[in-house]
Each structure stands twice: as C-alpha cells, then as structure tokens.
C-alpha cells in the first residue's frame, strides 16, 4: 500500500511519542543516583533500602517487559500504552511524596512495573511502523534517546537538587515526572494506532504458565544483585541463582511443548534459533551491565571522595550524553550499511574511554581542579562509542524477527539489559565498597570498579566479533552457490 504524506507524519509523530517515553522511564534509572545522598539523610536509609530505591526500579522494569511485549503483540499495545503512561505518572506523585523509605522503595517498584509496560509497547510500534533503513533511522534515534537520558540523568538531578535545595529536593526528581507525563498523555491518546484487525496468525493466545514461568526465572536471576550493596552481603541470597537455573530449564521445555501444542509459546522457538537475535540480546545484556555501572561509580566518587556538588558531578557525564546522542542519530542512518562492523568499532570506542577513565581516577584523582575535566574528555570518547552500540545492537537483532513477535523480541531484549544493569551495578557497588571497607583510597577502589566495566564491555566485544565472524561465513556461503 502507498504510504501518503500524511500517513507518513502521523508515523513520525507517533515516534516522537515513543522516544520522549522512552526517555522518561530510562532516566528514572539513572537521575536518582545524585540523590541517595539526600535520601538517606531525609529518611534516615539504610544501604540495602537505597539499593531497592535505585535497583528495584530495574528490577520491576525488567519483570514487566516479557509479559507486557506479548499482550501488546496479542492486541493491547494501545491500552499498554495508555496504562503505563497513568501508572507512570502515579506512582513518580508517591514517589516524590513518599513518607518513609519503606514506601519509597514500593512506589519505586511500582513506578518500574509502569516502566515495564511502557518500553515494550515502543519497540513494538518502530517494528509495526517502519521497516527497512527507515527502521534503522527510528532505532537510532531510540538508541540516541536512551543513550542520552541515560548520561544525562544525574546532570538532570543535580540540576533539581541545586534548584530545590538538598533537604528535600530529592523528591522533586520523581514529581517532575508528572508534568511531562500530563503533555505526553494526549498526544498518546490521539496518535498511538488501535489494534488492527487480526491477519493470518497472530499471537493471539496466551501463554500464562510460559509467563510466569519467564517473571520467576527473571526475579530468581535479579534478586540476588538487587539486595546486595557491597556493604551487607548474605551469602544465601545467591542461592537464587541456582533456583532461576533450575526454573529456567522448565521454561525451555514448558515452552517447546506449548509450541508444538499451539504455535503460541511466550519464546518462539524460531526466533530464539535466530543467531542474530541470540548474539544481540548477548552483547546487549554485557555491554549494558558496564555501561549503566560507571554512571553510578563515577558519582559516587566524585561526591564522596572529590566533594563535588551533585551538579558538578553531573556535568561531567554531559559530554557522554552529547556525544553519544549525536553517534547513535548517524549510527541510525548507517547501520543497513555497515552492520555489525559499526557495533564493533563502538564498542572499541568505549573500551578506549573507560580505559582512559580508569588512568585518570588513578593518576589524578588527588586533584578536584583536573580530575573532573580529564574524566569528562574520557567519557566523550565512550560516549561517542556508545551510539554505536545500543540502537544499532538493537536494530541488527531484530532485524529477522517476524513484525508479530517484535513486541515481545524487544522486550527479551530489554530484559537482557535490565539484568545486565542490576548486576553491573551490584559488582561495581561490591568492588567499589569493598575496597573501602578494606582501606584503600576511594580513587583506587574507584579504579578497581572501572575494571569490572571494562572486562565487561570486553565481553560485549567479544560477542560482537563472534557475530560478525558468523554473519561473514553465512554471507560467503549464501554466494558459493553462484560463483
């Protein structure tokens, strides 16, 4: 069918939609981190109740997106929408007028389940709405937007701190939300599609048990990592893993018999045997577990052991946002080009700049007036690197996933980052306090944390390298036949 210029901008419309959505819930992951301080001073928190105010939140997020992908595949996708952008904005209002950190940490969970249902549904709309290089244009720009709030978040919250004062101005990190939300909501309404009618078979069926099958692998997994600090370990918590292994094995052969019985399982057999959408949600789950942590550790660092103000803190992470929203806007436009070979050379940009980092805190971190300066130049560097991983990742695996399935693929995907970034920051957090606990300077074990992310994002590398290699040899045998 012939796409008309009005169709074409109601397309783009609704995309503006989705991104600025996108960037709300992604930024409640990262712009508390500046505000634990305050939080623990207003509500008199402990280390493992802050840990369920920053982690919980991911944790929620991620337990929402495989069930919230495969009703919005089913047909939901505008009542989803809908939904999350009201409980959203409900649950920032608790937030921001949480008495207690007990209540503070529910509302956070509940804020992440609304998160949940959010994401899903704008994966699904990119893959419903666009296809070709135009879905790579919308995915770079989606990669842009996350990469950019995810930087930009604790410059964000320093902002509101300096603004609204350091006693309470915490709570107007989550309140914020509420006005964007109140603009967000009719544009929602009017522009995101209903429901077409039903064509051929769509995944109309739901698989319950596969879904709760699917949250308790994902509870079992995170947990352990959300309720560690690095502060108060319990070493039975990690019994959780061999519970999500055990869990997880039913789920494959729950979900290969629904299959056969249905041809409706939650995990289409055929896209997971897909090697393009297996390496992608790899690389993305490693590369998110580095890349989310250093946020966190830098902050931490910066405020606690170089006393910058939280706005000071943040501005060093802003060349980050910059750069990286401006690689992944070009990345965008030319991965149908160049592939995995552009996720590659990314994250060859980042392991420079996290290296660099790593020198920096090492070498000057006992001088305030240099350290901020040289580790915002490093972070330019990862920054640039990192527009070319997250959007293009994405775009590269999704690209033979069956526009039925796209709501679910993607968020398989996401859930893959949502665990890598819940265990990135439960090791970098361990590293990080525990070689303070042991007395060694906070830029030494701020050192020692930056290692973790650059082994993981070194992991990611590998991955990528994995991928390419095998995208190579299926393209030199798909052409052997006609030499």
Known sequence: MTETPERDRQRWRVLAVCLSV???????????????????????????????IVAGYTLAFGLALVPAGRLGDAGGRRRLFIAGLVGFAVFSLASGLAPTDDLLG????????????????????????????????????????????????????????????????????????????????????????????????????????????????????????VTTTGRDDDPSRWWWLALGLAVGVVAVAWERRYQRRTGAA??????????????????????????????????????????????????????????????????????????????????????????????????????????????????????????MVIAPNQTLALAEVPVASGGVAGSMIQVGQRIGSAVGISVILSVYYGGLAAGVDGARATGRAMLVTIGLVAVALVVGLVDLRSRGAEAASTRAPAA
């Open 266 to 387: 939650v995990l289409d057999p055929q896209v997971l045997g897909l090697s393009s959408f297996r390496n992608g949600a790899l690389l993305g789950m490693a590369y998110f577990a580095g890349f989310t942590g250093i946020f966190l550790v830098v902050t931490l660092y910066l405020q606690d052991e170089v006393g910058y103000t939280p706005l000071q803190s943040g501005l060093v992470g802003m060349p980050f946002a910059a750069a990286s929203g401006v690689s992944a806007w070009l990345a965008g436009r030319a991965v149908a080009r160049l592939g995995r070979r552009l996720v590659v050379a990314g994250l060859v940009l980042v392991l420079a700049g996290m290296v660099t980092a790593d020198v920096v805190v090492r070498t000057l971190g006992d001088e305030p007036a240099v350290v901020g300066w040289a580790l915002a130049a490093a972070l330019l560097v990862a920054g640039s690197g990192s527009g």
């Open 22 to 52: 996108g960037f709300v819930t992604t930024l409640d992951v990262s712009i508390v981190n500046v505000a634990l301080p305050s939080i623990e001073e207003s509500l008199d928190a402990g280390p493992s109740q802050l840990q369920l």
């Open 106 to 225: 529910v509302a956070r969970l509940l804020q992440g389940v609304s998160a949940g249902l959010l994401n899903p549904q704008v994966v699904g709309l990119i893959q419903q709405l666009f296809a070709g290089a135009e879905r790579g244009r919308a995915f770079g720009l989606f990669g842009a937007t996350i990469g950019v709030s995810t930087a930009i978040g604790p410059l964000l919250g320093g902002v509101i701190l300096a603004v609204a004062g350091s006693a309470d101005g915490w709570r107007w990190i989550f309140l914020v939300n509420i006005p964007v939300i109140a603009v967000l909501l009719p544009f929602a309404w009017r522009l995101v599609p209903a429901p077409a009618p039903a064509r051929g078979r769509g995944p109309r069926r739901l698989d319950l048990v596969g879904l709760a099958l699917l949250a308790a692998v994902t509870v079992a997994v995170m947990l352990p990592f």
